[in-house]
């Protein structure tokens, strides 16, 4: 026996995962991609030794939680430099090859660090302030990323005088709304119900934050209702903490809410966001249930932009379900059926008929062409919820459509959505269309939440899931008087 080898047995004799690693193997995915036991966990890791029981291993590439009350009570934790230390005592270090275990130790970590993005729950941090600092590094991570994006996206625009006056408003819409924004930046990296930058997928802005329901929520041990909300944000400046606010509501009243991030332009195309929308539905059908949720009791929300991305992704699914072939902007597949409800918030759905009235608002011809583009050629139709909806082959496989839209929507007007509606009952398949009177495109997702009182928007939503009118009261995040003035100057 080798000196490689005999380290590999001494390991697999030591020691062995904690329990919450061994049941996330349950996935067959996650099984095959499980290895033999390797020289050393991955740096900074820590695994629980189990003294009474040393018959165990260490699957390669899992992470166990040495935090957690359980492993505390069953073991002690351990560092990279202990196990090498152990490990040392028991071999002679003469006849012992550190090259191979070098290079056996670094293909480990490598597994370790593509499994755990891919089926792994996160780490939890040992304290309030770890975790806040922690959400702090990746959120600014995510917002340099923003940042470098949009001042791509403006040098590409070319600093037009239209876009510079809708940033100023942007910023002076922000400044009256800051009191409620505060209470909500505090919220989204301080509470405990939520978990930021969840890795959905390998590729950028593959992330997702879940907001979790309350404790008394969670007390009957059972599963809750999952909602999946993908934010808007013109294609261009689309965050998943913008979905934060709702989340907040949602998770306070049952549901456990995940907001997806994806990519925008300039950073990838429509089939980049389709496809980052579709990984992430696919992502939460899998997973959800090792966070509570769930995945038979799964509603998809998007507003704006994001309207356009859900209700394209479902037809799509639902059509290639019936279909040979996988059609563009349906990769990865997921099975539609777990779909129990679809709402489009002012949504955008027919992006051939607003191509011009995008262009008098600043998503000027060329951006707007470049974004609804795939195989070299703008698709402007095949891109449209309105005009992808066509016949009746597959209406038995969507779920239920919930269209919520504001009479003075200026950014989607009204008979956008009116049209999807109307192309969605000829096909045969279940539509809703409830108009909000004098609402605009943001007031029933921003202003309406921040001033308190009733919230439209969310009653309908929960009156979707729990499947009986529900009317909720919502405290004021921010005086009647500012929310006032920033819906007077809200660029949008």
Known sequence: MTAFEDMESVTNNRFRSTPMADQSRDSPTAAASEVSVGVVPPTKTLYTVHEEETNGHIPAGRVGNGNSKCAQARGTSFSLKQVRRNISKQLSLDDFDWDAAKRRNEQIEQIALNDQ????????????????????????????????????LFAYLGGGGTWVFRLLRLCLYTCLLMPGFAQMVFFYFLSSRVIRSVAYGKKPRQRLDIFVPKHHWKENDTLRPVVIYVTGGAWTIGYKAWGSLLGRRLSKHGCLVC?????????????????????????????????????????????????????????????????????IGGTPKWDVTHLRGLVGVSGVYNCADLRQHFNQRGLYFSLFDRIMSFQGKTQLKALSPTYV??????????????????????????????????ALHRAGIQSTLKIYEGETHTSPLVENPMRGGTDKLMDDILSMVKGEEVITVQYSLCPGFLVTLAAWVCPF
């Open 259 to 327: 907001c997806l991030d994806y990519r925008n332009c300039p950073q990838g195309t429509i089939v980049d966001m389709l496809e980052d929308v579709n990984t992430g539905i696919g992502w939460v059908l899998q997973k959800i249930s090792n966070y509570g949720g769930d995945p038979e009791q799964v509603y998809l929300v998007g507003q704006s932009c994001g309207g356009q991305l859900c209700s394209l992704t479902t037809l799509l699914q639902a059509e290639q379900a019936i279909g040979p072939q996988a059609i």
């Open 117 to 152: 993005e891919q089926y792994d729950l996160p780490l939890k941090p040992q304290s309030k302030v770890e975790k806040a600092w922690i959400g702090f590094l990746g959120t600014l991570s995510d917002t340099f990323l923003v940042a470098r994006l949009a001042l791509k």
């Open 389 to 422: 909806v066509h016949g009746a082959q597959y209406a038995h496989l969507m779920p239920p459509v919930l269209l919520l839209h504001g009479t003075k929507d200026t950014c989607a007007p009204l008979y956008n959505a009116k049209q999807f509606h109307q």
